[in-house]
C-alpha cells in the first residue's frame, strides 16, 4: 500500500487555527477509513479522528469539538482543521488507513506517512 503524506503543520499561538493535509492514492481515500493521530515526545501515538467510506465521522474526547477530520474526493485529500489550539495539542501529526473504522490502535493501520509537526505556543 502506497505511503500518505501528511503537510500543512506548523507553529500557532493558544487559540489559533490550522488545517492538515493528508494526500494519497484515491484508492486508498476512496476506498479506506483514513485516521489522524498524534504523537508528542515522551507519549504514546494517540488516535484523534477517523472518516469512514460512508463518511461517518468519529472523534477522541479530547479533540471532540475542536476537530473536523474532512475529505476531498476530487483531491484525494483528508483534511484536518484543528480549532481552539493549545500548548497541550503540540506533537507530530500523521495520517493512516485501515480498511474499516473499527480500531483506534495504531498497530492495525497501514500506510504511514512522515508527519507533520503542530507547536502552539502559550
Known amino acids: 500500500q502506497e505511503q500518505l503524506a501528511e503537510s500543512g503543520g506548523g507553529s500557532v499561538q493558544a487559540g489559533g487555527s490550522l488545517t492538515l493535509s493528508c494526500a494519497g492514492p484515491?484508492?486508498?481515500?476512496?476506498?479506506?477509513?483514513v485516521a489522524w493521530f498524534r504523537q508528542a515526545p515522551g507519549n504514546e501515538r494517540e488516535g484523534l479522528a477517523r472518516?469512514?467510506?460512508?463518511?461517518?465521522?468519529t472523534y477522541s474526547d479530547s479533540v471532540k469539538g475542536r476537530f473536523t477530520i474532512s475529505r476531498d474526493n476530487a483531491k484525494s485529500t483528508v483534511y484536518l482543521r484543528l480549532n481552539s489550539l493549545m500548548p497541550e495539542d503540540t506533537a507530530m501529526y500523521y495520517c493512516?488507513?485501515?480498511?474499516?473504522?473499527?480500531?483506534?490502535?495504531?498497530?492495525?493501520?497501514?500506510?504511514w506517512g512522515r508527519g507533520t509537526q503542530v507547536t502552539v505556543s502559550s
Open positions: 472518516l469512514s467510506i460512508g463518511g461517518t465521522t
Open positions: 484515491s484508492y486508498t481515500i476512496h476506498n479506506y477509513c
Open positions: 493512516a488507513a485501515r480498511l474499516a473504522c473499527t480500531s483506534w490502535s495504531p498497530d492495525d493501520f497501514r500506510a
